[in-house]
């Protein structure tokens, strides 16, 4: 099939270039921005890794992992070999410093580098623990969200039921499994990661801050259909496929959705990477509740293209996309029936694999932080 993808993905990138507002940035950098843009991907048409650039598919399912084992410790990161998170943990080293040590106050020790900063988060375990939390971000919000509010105590006055404050603890994605599983029409399967409580502890308040998902049940016709596609058939060999055989093969009778809301969109960096998470965190979803991962939708609010990105940005425009991959996760039936946190804690970067991933050169471009 043809990869409408990167022909989507590309096309807006020209536009933003092309119509963006210049604007100011909390980095300094500058960009050019529009508002209120959209992705959208089939995911019968392959995995949604763009190939107009290499991207680094490892890296990108160490951070999902980490999301869904609800960790915020950078030093999981780097022993999988992800550095995405190194640079918002040093800029708090970095302040520290200058708060210890202001200028010419010598003599001071000299300032880490970030490469002598990571491995002092990996060797000194009184340092991970001063620098290498990043705060309340995705994972504690997934996993443990925690809320102020009033609960039941074991005592009433006056025939009236007395309260107490404290906090609840929610786990969300295992109140979305349940909800999938038991309640799969339902309107409320969502995961918010925006804790407006906890923003000032988090290093990076969260860009992508919540999604949705949604299921509808496929006709026989549909089933028949997405079975021949998974197998490789032509179309005519649905007529051969009974309903009954569907059934004794556990074949999927639901397809999932997934919508991402996303309030600030790195266009060059960050978005092509948010994609593909999004697309294997659907993956995910189908696997453990027995769906077809259907339709992948992101909306983008500041989506916008740094300044020193614009040649970058130029250069992966014109490329002629490949034809996308396949992901096969090395697991069997029987390990998505399992407990979630035995799923994902079970789970490593070399459980996932790309079946047929062409892809241009990489590009370089800096990250603004």
Sequence with gaps: MENQLDRDYQSLMAK??????????????????????EIRHDMRTGFPLLTTKKMAFKTMVV???WFLQGRTDLRYLLENGCHIWTGDAYKVYDKDFDAEYPPFSAPYPPRLTMEEFEQKIMEDDEFNEMYGDLGPIYGKQWRDLEIQTLIPMNLKVGGEVQYT????????IQNLINDLKTNPDSRRLMVNAWNVGELDQMVLPPCHYGFQVYTTEMSEDERRLRLCEGLGKDITFADKIYTKELDEFNFPKRKISL????????????????????????TIFGKMTNMIPDQLIGRLGDTHLYSNHMDAASKQIPREPFDLPSIVISKDVDYWRQDLDSIVNG????????????????IKAPLSN
């Design 259 to 282: 919508i991402w809301n996303q309030r600030s969109a790195d266009y060059f960096l960050g978005v092509p990477f948010n994609i593909a998470s999004y697309g294997l965190l659907l």
């Design 347 to 362: 789970l490593t970067k070399d459980d996932f694999h790309l079946i047929n991933y062409e892809s241009h050169d990489r």
């Design 63 to 65: 951070e999902l992992l």
């Design 16 to 37: 933003i270039i092309r119509k963006g507002t210049k604007k100011e940035d909390r980095t300094g950098t500058g960009t050019r921005s529009l508002f209120a843009t």
């Design 165 to 172: 404050n404290g906090t609840k603890r929610i786990d969300q």
